[in-house]
């Protein structure tokens, strides 16, 4: 029996593109197939406001910003975001600025993937696009055939089915849609780090001009910033550190200690208003397509925080992707979809390298001995002290150019 007469739905909605996921990854793939006139209707799982306060990274790469403003999402990125020329590492208690206009000519833009989410959902709906948020029992069948559906219960509790010509799985680090690909068929790449983040919101004025990203002997330290008065900074803990045992005090004490150094250099404290442990790993699945399914973003790779890399890498996913997807719901049809993981893979490989290479340079591992340390501080002096290493670092942070 069909499983539409055993389990009826409310609606059955025809349309060529199905996403699964409405974070920037979903969404901005649904922008992009909307300007060339493919509809795509998206599903989060997750409320329009719990996305829009889940706070995570806040890097752009310039050619990340100026997708935003050209394709017409927003140009508020202009006005709210800020532009940064560099950024600055610190270890042996002393800053070392790493100046992206001068190594590479580029920059990145400080804006938080909070915005970057708003500007989308607002794009969407202000050009009638379909974003079902809050839904529940999302199931994708018939993946592997050419009428994939999607279905799941509305956040009014009625039942909708959408019969898709493709399925794109942007569900993020927990994707589900990623354990679809039969497990034969699938192998996953990863490690896991001995350490976590813990992330603070503070209110207070920015500390530095420039995100800070240090190395000390007591752990990792990042002074990032969100406005004139909110500040997000980061500091190393054990993936098992609960939140409650941290009061104020103890966070700056920690703070100021893992940016102390002979310049007197020290952070400008503030009420601390929302604070969380952050845990990572670094994750790709392959292949990113099994029959009518594609992966994008976090579902199908994450990367640690360290190097800024994960929204970049998911928006230069779904540009890839969009232009794949229009080859293929036109002449060329399903050959089209063979030249998506080549293309994304291999900037996500180099993203996997070098977001393991910032996270191991600049962090300190439990039990890390005196050699390990030292190692690490001539590690250090080898990249700000070279201009090969200044030039490596700019350039990775910074971003690559959209494969073609
Ligand atoms: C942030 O501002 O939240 C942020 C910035 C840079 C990173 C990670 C997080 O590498």
Known sequence: MPESVVDPVDTVTEVPVAVVGAGPAGLMLAHLLGRAGVDAVAVDLRTREEIATTHRAGILEDGAARDLVE????????????????????????????????????????????????????????????????????????????????????????????????????????????????????????????????????????????????????GFALISQRTETVQRMYFQCDPDERTEDWPDERIWATLQARVAGEDGFRLVEGPILERSVLRFRSFVQEPMRWGSLLLAGDAAHTVPPTGARGLNLALHDVKVLAGVLLRALGAEGDAALADYQPLALRRIWRAQHFSSWMTRLLHTAPGATAFELRRQLGELDGVVGTRAGRAYLAEQYTGWPTAA
């Open 71 to 218: 394709t017409g999402v927003s140009d508020r990125i202009l006005r709210a975001g800020h532009e940064h020329g560099g950024t600055e590492l610190r270890f042996g208690g002393r800053s070392h600025r790493i100046d992206f206009r001068e190594l590479v000519g580029a920059s990145v833009w400080l804006y938080p993937q909070t915005e970057v989410f708003t500007d989308l959902a607002d794009a969407r709906a202000r050009d009638g696009g379909t974003v079902h948020f809050g839904v529940r029992g999302t199931e994708v069948l018939d993946a592997d055939t050419d009428r994939p559906r999607v279905r799941f219960t509305a956040a009014d509790g009625t039942r909708h089915e959408l019969r898709a010509r493709y399925v794109v799985g942007a569900d993020g680090s927990r994707s589900t849609c990623r354990g679809l690909v039969p497990e034969r068929l699938r192998t996953r790449y990863g490690t896991e780090y001995p350490f976590a983040w813990f992330g603070v919101l503070a209110q207070a004025p920015v500390s530095a001009p420039e995100l800070v990203y240090a190395h000390s002997e007591h």
